[in-house]
């Protein structure tokens, strides 16, 4: 096929399908050419703000010259190796540099591609946890606005929507509960009484329910559904993809937190943005299930690209970019503006409800409550907003910041304001 006069989104349009994406109503996609910072450049020289970290995966800025540097180092060394029965420097540095700043009960690191797979590995890990000390355990505690991934696990955990009709059928049995609050967790406790025996794990987005609209929720009513369920023998899988690596103001959303889980998730910010990378930690007595004569005791999943040197090296850099006292300082100053924005729009006549946890700022649009990915008030704005050079991609009627950490107070201001100016 010959292409030299067609543009990038034209060729894209030819070959690529986008992910949520309707095909029929979604027009030419934005050619990106060029990060730096908190901006993006797309092919005609246009400049946007990434307000929403490209999918929050974004901590640092793009193309960051230090993590750059890393990767190339690494690059030049060794780009992969196998890792089953091998490993590597950058790798065990990554864990053993994780395991320093997790909830000390984390003691095991289990690498994956991607958040998703990061779930699966934990779903497999209490199942089989269970299965290997002679339980039958095969029920999953979830949330019922959750959101854990695309996979099929990943996806059975998640909230029933639109988006996994499709496949209700396959998906295997999971019992769902609402977010805890004063009000309902006794009678949450009594429904998980019901099915107590039989549920494997509570797994769980702590505080911010991210692609289920971005619903926030109090700590201390998870620590005492977290207390709960760890008396019923009931595992805690605390999914910190979206919300890990400073996203709550917090290093870990773990860390508002007084009990600790027993699995975890991480993903998105991993590696500031630059390469795909999961990662699943446990506990060592989880670890010392698997620990048997029992060739079938084994945890018998991997990717190819477990553990990619490449990845690995790229979110130690990250890791270190995150200490500075400089990033901690810009995460604290977001929170602080995002605090005060929300103020600003608390009584706006086209905003429902707003509300901030960290560096993540939500709100609501609309008259009514009738919250879905599939509403559409947010459309024009998003439109609108882009043209002004932003990119803030709503979920649904759910309007969302998430910038990196090195966006700039007059880049804030700018946003701020041009949410406004679009809402009239």
Not at 38 to 56: P, T
Not at 198 to 225: N, S, T
Not at 269 to 275: E, R, S
Not at 299 to 312: I, Q, V
């Amino acid at each position: 096929m010959s292409t030299p006069n067609l543009s990038w989104a034209q060729r894209d349009g030819a070959v690529n399908w986008h992910p949520f994406t309707p095909i029929k109503t979604a027009g030419e996609a934005v050619a990106i050419v060029r990060g730096e910072g908190a901006y993006l450049y797309d092919e005609k020289g246009k400049r946007y703000i990434d307000a929403i970290s490209s999918w929050w995966v974004n901590l640092h800025g793009h193309a960051h010259p230090y993590i750059a540097e890393q990767v190339y180092e690494q690059l030049r060394t060794l780009e992969h190796v196998i890792f089953a029965g091998f490993t590597h420097p950058s790798a065990v540095a990554l864990s053993e540099a994780l395991l320093a700043v997790l909830p000390e009960n984390q003691q095991k690191v289990f690498f994956s591609d991607n958040g998703s797979t990061a779930v699966e590995v934990a779903l497999k890990m209490a199942l089989q946890y269970a299965y290997n000390r002679g339980e039958k355990k095969t029920k999953i505690l979830a949330f019922r606005q959750g959101y854990h991934g695309d996979t099929f696990g990943a996806m059975a955990v998640s909230g029933r929507s639109g988006w996994t009709e499709p496949f209700a059928e396959l998906l295997f049995d999971v019992i769902h509960i609402d977010l805890p609050t004063a009000e309902n967790l006794p009678e949450i406790h009594a429904f998980i009484d019901q099915h107590a025996d039989q549920i494997a794990c509570f797994v769980y987005e702590p505080l911010v329910l991210g692609a289920g609209g971005m619903i926030m929720y109090e700590a201390e009513h998870l620590d005492a559904l977290m207390r709960y369920c760890r008396s019923k023998g009931i595992l805690l899988v605390q999914d910190e993809i979206f919300v890990g690596f400073g996203r709550t103001g917090r290093m870990f959303a773990a860390n508002h937190l007084t009990g600790q889980p027993d699995i975890m998730c991480l993903s998105k910010g991993l590696t500031g943005g630059t390469m795909p990378l999961g990662v699943t930690t446990c506990t060592e007595a989880i670890h010392e299930a698997f620990c048997t004569d029992n060739v079938y005791g084994t945890l018998f999943h991997g990717h190819s690209f477990t553990a990619n040197s490449l990845a690995c090296r790229a979110a130690l850099a990250s890791m270190e970019l995150l200490k500075r006292e400089e990033t901690q300082a810009s995460i604290a100053r977001i929170s602080r503006r995002h605090e005060g924005f929300r103020a600003r729009v608390a009584t706006h006549a086209k905003i429902r409800s707003a509300r901030q946890c960290g560096t993540i700022l939500a709100m609501n649009l609309g008259s009514d409550d009738k919250d879905s990915y599939f509403r559409n008030q947010c459309k024009p704005v998003f439109a609108a907003l882009l043209d002004q050079g932003i990119l803030l991609r709503p979920l649904g009627n759910v309007l969302y910041l998430v910038p990196p950490y090195c966006t700039s107070d007059a880049d804030l201001d700018y946003i701020y304001d041009a949410i406004i100016g679009v809402l009239g």
